[in-house]
Each structure stands twice: as structure tokens, then as C-alpha cells.
């Protein structure tokens, strides 16, 4: 076969991944998402009332869904591997579905603690899952590209999530249950319905998929063979093998900063904008809580894509992940200041775009230099560890602001996370020893 057949053939096989595959895993992600954070949306429109939340108590039921989370991470993660990941990810998502409808009937602070455990262990392994999973399917050179398509879907959760939530709440009184119930109930179904279809639209290989050619099926399996026998002749790449890798947990407090900040912003964002009435004399109803929520977000994706495809195209920086953990770092407590509604949002956009511009770049990291079942512990591990942010970030959040009565020491918190990755991220590059096909070939 040709160069030019070659480039033909990687051209076609890598637009039908974009259209046929990433669209289905992001609406996937999509909802998992909008599940997860759910409860952002309830607390201020009814749940914290309803059940007699303080905002510690808010921020521990927020935060507390990624102690089953993080235990079963990696165990979902080998799971997928061997099972494959067209039922892995069906099992996932089916589950998860069936423990957010509970949600609608919870009716104690108890209750609504267990719920979120259950399903932080429901959802265990969904999002690593699908980075490896989309990893598994293009080379490493397009890979940046892959992840970002896939990413939209997260800021994009809020950006329609959000109006989409107020939409379930204002129906106050369906089927007898508060406007925040219905919300949950409305979310959840579609979880369980998205994950009997992927059993039949999921594929686990390139050479099962009938909507490539023999041509692109031919490619595909030759260019991702050779990229994982290349990782493997660097030497034993085991599962055990991550646990000693200096680079994987630098990797895991990099993802934390991230994700802290980016969990700060997802459960407290909708508190935030409608303490908005009491600061600054501005009121909203339920719709456009939802719709502002949505701003800050909407911009992040069009950065992220943006930002993401320049990643594609001069190769993954170490300044593509790094310079926006630093912007982040310093737009969080920024927002604090501003002096009205529309300023505040604005602020917080920048941070909403940093955190989404640095993780699909972040992502390409750890494939550069793991494969097989040692990818999957790698990135279930950096997931994992990364997560427990998730938990710090509601519980601390709540508490400091339940101990100073201000979102300003928590915000700070948040951007001292935040500067701690860019400087971690510097530090991985400047640190580097001759290194095996790692992350040096994307600097």
C-alpha cells in the first residue's frame, strides 16, 4: 500500500472514530456526569431545606461519593481489561442509573449519604474506562484530538445540564414530588436506557468494528501493535510496575489540583450564583440559576477545543497543561472581587476554561509510556488518587465556608491546588533523566 493510501486510509479510520464512537462515549460521560453532580442543583432548589442540610453537611454528601468511588477505581479498571469494555461500561452505566433514581425518595441526611456512596461504587471505573477505552482505539498522535471531543461533554453537562435540571425542577408537584426530586428522577432514567443501547453499539476492538474497512481495520491494528510492543520492549510494564513509577504519582497530585478545583466549581457554583440576590441585589429565577450556571462552561468547551486542537498540532506542551493551572490558580480567588454578577461569572469562566483546556492534554500522559493492563492501572490510579480531590473539595469547601461564613478562604484553597499542578507540571519536565519514549516525545 501507498504513503498516500497509507494517509488516505488513516484519515477515513480516524473520522469514523470521531463520528461513530466519541460522540456515543461523550453522551455517555455526558450523563455520568450530570448524575454525579446532580445534587449541585438540588441543594440550593429545595434539597438542603427539605432534609436540613448545613453547607458541611452539604459539601460531605457532595464529597463523600468518591469514597466507593476511589476503592473500587482500579479493580473496575482491570475489570474492563479483561472483560472488555462494550459490557464493562454498559454494567457501569446501568447500575449507576438504577442508584441515582433512589435519589428521588431519599428522605433523611442518612439516606442521602448512603445513596451517594452507593453510587460513587455504581459509577467506579466509568471515566477511566473511557479514557483507556477511546486510548485503545488511535495512535498516540491522535490521541490529544480524540480526548478533547470527548471532554466536551463535561463542560457541556452544565451548559445544557444545568437549564435542563431547572427544566425537572420547576415541575414542582409531577407525580406528587418536589421540583428537586422530579430533577432527579428526570436525570437518571436516561442513564439506564443510554446503557442498554451501548451493549449494542460498543465495540472492543478495531478488527470487530463493521463499520470500518479491512483497509482501516488493517491500519489500526498494525499501528496500535507496534506502539504497544515498542512501550513493551522498554521493559516489564506489569501492573506492580506502576506502583514503583516516580512519574505516575507525580501524575496523580498534577490530576488532583485539577480536579479539586474543578469539583469546588461544579457543587458550589449554583449556591454561589444564588447568594448572588443577598450581594449584590440581583435575583434569578429557578430557569436562569441554570442558564448563568451554564455561561461560565460554555465558554470553557470552546476553549478546550481550541486549546486542544493546537495541542494536536505542534504536539502536547508541557506549557499546554501548565499555563492553564497557573491562570486557574489565579483567576479562583480573583472572582472574590469582582463587583457585580456579570464580572463574578466572567472571572469564573477563566477558571472554568482552565481547568477543561489542561485535562484532555493531560490524558495523552500517561498512554505515552504505559499499554495493556499497566495503562489500566495507571490511569485507574491517577484517577483514583486524582478523585480524592473530589471528596476534599466539597467537604472542605463546606466547612471553611460553614467557619468563616465566605466563600473567600475555600476559593484561595482552590487556587493554591491549582498552582501546585502547574508547579509539579514544570518540575516533571525539568526533571526528566534520559527517558524512555515517556513523556519527553510530546515536549
Known sequence: ??????????????????????PFVALMFFINFLDRTAISFAGPNGMTQD??????????????????????????NMALHRFGARRWLARIMISWGIVSLLFTWVSSVEGLYTLRVLLGIAEAGFFPGAILYLSMWVPARHRSKILSLFYLAQPLTVVFGAPLAAAFIEQHGLFGLEGWRVMFMGVSLPAIIIGIVALFWLVDSPRQAKWLTSDEKEWLSRELEAEHNAKQHKGHQGVRSVIGQGRVWVLCLIYFGFIYGLYALAFFLPTIIGGFQQQFGTTFNVMEKGLVTGVPYLIAAVVMFFWSRDASRRGCKTWHIALPALTGAVSVPLALYMDSPFTTILVIAITASSIFAALPNFWTLPTQFLTGASAAAAIALINTLGNVAGFSAGYITGALHD??????VPMFVVGGFMLL???????LNRSRQPQPASIAQEQ
Open 51 to 76: 432534609l436540613g442540610l448545613s453547607a458541611v453537611q452539604f459539601g460531605l454528601a457532595s464529597g463523600i461519593f468518591f469514597i466507593g468511588y476511589i476503592l473500587l477505581e482500579v479493580p473496575s
Open 403 to 408: 467557619a468563616t461564613h465566605s466563600y473567600t
Open 1 to 22: 500500500m501507498t504513503q498516500q493510501a497509507m494517509t488516505a486510509v488513516e484519515k477515513s479510520a480516524i473520522r469514523k472514530i470521531s463520528w461513530r464512537l466519541v
Open 421 to 427: 499542578s502547574a508547579v509539579l507540571m514544570v518540575l
